[in-house]
């Protein structure tokens, strides 16, 4: 079953400009992770937010959440040509799965 | 180094022809999990463990199986991969209690 949908799927900016992508899921959840991936490598961990959260930071990342309207979003700042990738949202409902979003496509113009 | 394996990275096989995928990890992780990535679909589990001999069945289990004998490894084996196995999989495991998951660098299989 698909939780997580992103939006937009594909997201072209220049380097300098800030990327904001947002994730809709169905179900109450735990957690909402964020996930990296480059082209055709495996996921990396960027940054979890719990569901008493409502924005955390890490770095040139922020994330929100707002469980009413059951949405995340993701923003970069000040993007760089290395964040060209794809974006993934996960949510964790303490079901012991985690279950991904279909992913924004981020390409960064130097 | 922490990290998560698997073998082969690319494979492309015939229909009926049993094949397995190796996963193993080096952190002493007790959860693993087998998850397949298609275009427009995302990612989606197929099967996890949540330590040894523990397995369960994910989102879409129908067509494979898998064995948890040993803590580091988890294969993931196809018995009679179809054209509708081709795909990219990905394994990943995470501690118990512990929420983020470590993938592998993936395998891309494609059944001809």
């Known amino acids: 079953s698909q939780q997580g949908e992103e939006d937009p799927q594909a997201l072209s900016i220049q380097e300098g400009e800030n990327a904001t992508m947002n994730c809709s899921y169905k179900t109450s959840i735990n957690n909402l992770q964020w996930y990296r991936q480059n082209s055709g490598r495996g996921l990396v961990h960027l940054i979890l937010?719990?569901?008493?959260?409502r924005e955390k930071h890490s770095g040139r990342l922020r994330v929100t959440l707002d469980t009413s309207k059951k949405s995340s979003s993701l923003l970069i700042t000040a993007s760089r040509a290395a964040d060209t990738a794809s974006y993934f949202c996960?949510?964790?409902?303490?079901?012991?799965?985690?279950?991904f979003g279909t992913g924004t496509r981020l390409q960064v113009f130097p | 180094e922490a990290q998560v394996t698997q073998n082969p990275r690319y494979l492309i096989t015939v229909t009926g022809k049993k094949l397995t995928v190796t996963c193993s990890q080096n952190?002493?992780?007790?959860?693993m999990s087998w998850y397949r990535q298609d275009p427009g679909l995302g990612l989606r589990q197929i099967y996890y463990?949540?330590?040894?001999?523990?397995?369960d069945k994910g989102d879409v289990p129908e067509g494979y199986k898998v064995s948890r004998k040993e803590k580091r490894n988890f294969p993931l084996i196809l018995e009679s991969p179809s054209p509708n196995q081709t795909s990219l999989y990905f394994c990943a495991s995470r501690r118990q209690g512990a929420y983020e998951q470590y993938f592998g660098p993936g395998t891309r299989l494609t059944v001809t």
């Open positions: 937010i719990r569901s008493n959260e």
């Open positions: 952190m002493n992780h007790e959860y």
């Open positions: 463990s949540m330590n040894v001999e523990v397995t």
């Open positions: 996960a949510t964790d409902n303490n079901t012991d799965k985690l279950i």
